[in-house]
């Protein structure tokens, strides 16, 4: 029933491993095989030194542009001329300003502030007392143009231009002392003036 084993199969048997009966035989891969094996390893080398000889200079450019970037900010930052605060104390005397502030509040603050500035979300800000800044007209300006991230509050630079900004800050700062019905407690530091 069972054949005998031939001379050419006993060249091919691995020694050792036989279960059940069963013989295993050392039989190689196909050629075929192995050279798709070979060309996928190849492949994979020239794939890596591409993608990774490419992103070590698009890393660099974006390294570039980033420093240029800096630089840009920090010349724009040097070309704003600095505005005495005496000078942005006038502004509380224009009731222009004060309106314009007043309308940009509504549109942009008050959500957060409240329609009188007693504080929702964000900070009671008809209080002497401050989270950021002295509560100064270029301190609220400040907060204003860079916001406060950490606390939720947006940066509006770029999105309403310096001007308006100021007017905004005059129009909180001429809230200051003012009541309102139902004031969030105090934060921050208290400022006397």
């Known amino acids: 029933m069972s054949q005998p084993e031939t001379s050419d199969l006993q060249d091919r048997v691995i020694e050792g491993y036989e279960y059940d009966g ?3 035989f050392d ?3 196909p050629k075929w095989l192995m050279y798709i094996f070979y060309f996928t390893l190849l492949l ?3 794939y890596l030194g591409h993608h990774f000889g490419r992103m070590s200079s698009e890393v660099k450019r974006i390294s570039v542009s980033v420093k240029e970037e800096e630089q840009d900010r920090a010349q724009d930052l040097e070309e704003v001329p600095v505005i005495e605060e005496a000078a942005l104390v006038t502004l509380l005397q224009d009731p222009e300003t004060l309106a314009a502030g007043k309308e940009i509040y509504d549109d942009k603050c008050d959500l957060c502030h409240g329609d009188a500035a007693e504080g929702l979300i964000g900070p ?3 209080d002497d007392w401050w989270l950021h800044g002295k509560g100064t007209i270029s301190d609220i300006a400040h907060t204003i ?3 406060v991230a950490e606390k939720g509050m947006a940066s509006w630079e770029g999105r309403i231009p310096e001007e308006c900004i100021f007017q905004v800050a005059a129009y909180i700062k001429s809230l200051k002392g ?3 019905d139902n004031p969030k407690e105090p934060e921050g ?3 006397e003036e």
């Open 22 to 24: 069963i013989t295993e």
């Open 27 to 29: 039989n190689p891969c």
């Open 44 to 46: 994979a080398i020239f």
């Open 124 to 126: 009671n800000l008809i």
């Open 145 to 147: 143009r860079y916001g």
């Open 178 to 180: 003012t009541s309102s």
């Open 189 to 191: 530091e208290l400022v």
